[in-house]
T-cell receptor, first 114, second 111 residues
Framework: EAQVTQNPRYLITVTGKKLTVTCSQNMNHEYMSWYRQDPGLGLRQIYYSMNVEVTDKGDVPEGYKVSRKEKRNFPLILESPSPNQTSLYFC?????????????FGPGTRLTVT | SQQGEEDPQALSIQEGENATMNCSYKTSINNLQWYRQNSGRGLVHLILIRSNEREKHSGRLRVTLDTSKKSSSLLITASRAADTASYFCATDASNTGKLIFGQGTTLQVKP
């Protein structure tokens, strides 16, 4: 089944403790992206990747890192999480980064930083 | 930056009625997409309309795009309880696949 998977689905952590949220897709998609969703703000893009070893900042990249060493994986790293990073995070992928292509979303990771 | 603004923020209708959601945006776009999100779940793509198209249909969905007014609408006809979800418009104004999402319309369809 074609899908985007994320792990973990739920995470409660403390300020400053490094964490990684994994994202994997099995559709051989070139483009991958991370979003965060907050009440009243909709979805905002954190980072995106046009292909392996090609990443770029989205609208809210502060406090996050990403890497794209393999086509299928695009982990999101929070080196020193803070409470304002408490949010619902979504990974998405699409066939390519060109315009006019639908994106496929993972199920989401609900992160709470205390 | 926020591109899409959706209206209404919340909509409650009876099963069988039609639901209309509107999206306005600020800059020129290549295309506009609509997504559905069931509570706490990932977004699912519904329909894409390109900037040179004015109307598009997919099953019970009808999307219109008015680039002169920078607005789009999503009509769901003969709604069902299973249509209860949040609906987001997303504009694509770049050549990098970047989508900018609106805040969404929460639709409740009562059986």
């Amino acid at each position: 089944e074609a899908q985007v998977t994320q792990n973990p689905r739920y995470l409660i952590t403390v300020t400053g403790k490094k964490l990684t949220v994994t994202c994997s897709q099995n559709m051989n998609h070139e483009y991958m992206s991370w979003y965060r969703q907050d009440p009243g703000l909709g979805l905002r893009q954190i980072y995106y990747s046009m292909n392996v070893e090609v990443t770029d900042k989205g609208d809210v990249p502060e406090g996050y890192k990403v890497s794209r060493k393999e086509k299928r994986n695009f982990p999101l790293i929070l080196e020193s999480p803070s409470p304002n990073q408490t949010s619902l995070y979504f990974c998405a992928s699409s066939l390519s980064g060109t315009s006019g292509i639908e994106q496929y979303f993972g199920p989401g990771t609900r992160l709470t930083v205390t | 930056s926020q591109q899409g603004e959706e209206d209404p923020q919340a909509l409650s209708i009876q099963e069988g009625e039609n639901a209309t959601m509107n999206c306005s945006y600020k800059t020129s776009i290549n295309n506009l997409q609509w997504y559905r999100q069931n509570s706490g779940r990932g977004l699912v793509h519904l329909i894409l309309i390109r900037s040179n198209e004015r109307e598009k249909h997919s099953g019970r969905l009808r999307v219109t795009l008015d680039t002169s007014k920078k607005s789009s609408s999503l009509l769901i006809t003969a709604s069902r309880a299973a249509d209860t979800a949040s609906y987001f418009c997303a504009t694509d104004a770049s050549n990098t696949g970047k989508l900018i999402f609106g805040q969404g319309t929460t639709l409740q369809v009562k059986p």
